[in-house]
């Protein structure tokens, strides 16, 4: 079955500096998502990439798909102490899947002031 | 709008014993997803309905776990017996639509976490 690999698997940084995390499907993924998870809290939806080389941005986090839709990267600027939680990113497979997910097993960040 | 709705917030039992888990999903979702989240992973996927069909039970243990959703609307997951390796988070999402990209965006509830002694 369809396997989403995460690096790292933590990440501490002081406020200020930059983080990166990866995400790797085993298939060809029709879409991914990202979501974080707050200490304590459940999954919030961040953004859907769906086309091939598709770059987002939210204000200090990048987001990029690649170019065979089998990778991705979340990019944050400038941590702040408000950005601590765990990262995933969740692989959506389309045609007959349904709208399934398979997640990633997320990158704890923390971030020392 | 009100978010997924999911209760108990936290469950203690013993091993061998049953429990069961519900959720309300967002008015107006069509679909309803059931994961388990165990501690430092990502969720792993149970069971996927749509409106009041299942779509995907593949990961689902059945010989210890089931889950309904009559009427298409909210649901419960049981597990009876509990093993002591089904201690986690059981999380309930929902979205509008498994059709088409932009409508499986899930919406996730708080959770219940199940402690299995």
């Known amino acids: 079955g369809q396997q989403v690999m995460q690096i790292p698997q933590y990440q501490h940084v002081q406020e200020g500096e930059d983080f990166t995390t990866y995400c790797n499907s085993s298939?060809?993924?029709?879409?991914i998502q990202w979501y974080k998870q707050r200490p304590g809290g459940h999954p919030v939806f961040l953004i859907q990439l769906v086309k091939s080389g598709e770059v987002k941005k939210q204000k200090r986090l990048t987001f990029q798909f690649g170019e065979a839709k089998k990778n991705s990267s979340l990019h944050i600027t400038a941590t702040q102490t408000t950005d601590v939680g765990t990262y995933f990113c969740a692989g959506g497979a389309g045609g007959t899947s349904y709208g399934k997910l398979t997640f990633g097993q997320g990158t704890i960040l923390t971030v020392h002031p | 709008e009100a978010g997924v709705a999911q209760s108990p917030r936290y469950k203690i039992i013993e091993k061998r014993q049953s429990v069961a888990f519900w959720c309300n999903p967002i008015?107006?979702?069509?679909?309803l997803y059931w994961y388990q989240q165990i501690l430092g992973q990502g969720p792993k996927l149970l069971i996927q309905f749509q409106n009041n069909g299942v779509v995907d039970d593949s990961q689902l243990p059945k010989d210890r776990f089931s889950a309904e959703r009559l009427k298409g609307v909210d649901s419960t997951l049981k597990i009876q017996p509990a093993k002591l390796e089904d201690s986690a988070v059981y999380l309930c999402?929902?979205?509008?639509?498994?059709?088409?990209?932009?409508?499986?965006?899930?919406?996730f509830g708080a959770g219940t976490r199940l402690s299995v002694l």
């Open positions: 008015s107006g979702h069509a679909t």
């Open positions: 999402a929902s979205s509008t639509s498994p059709q088409g990209f932009s409508k499986n965006i899930q919406y």
């Open positions: 298939t060809t993924l029709s879409n």
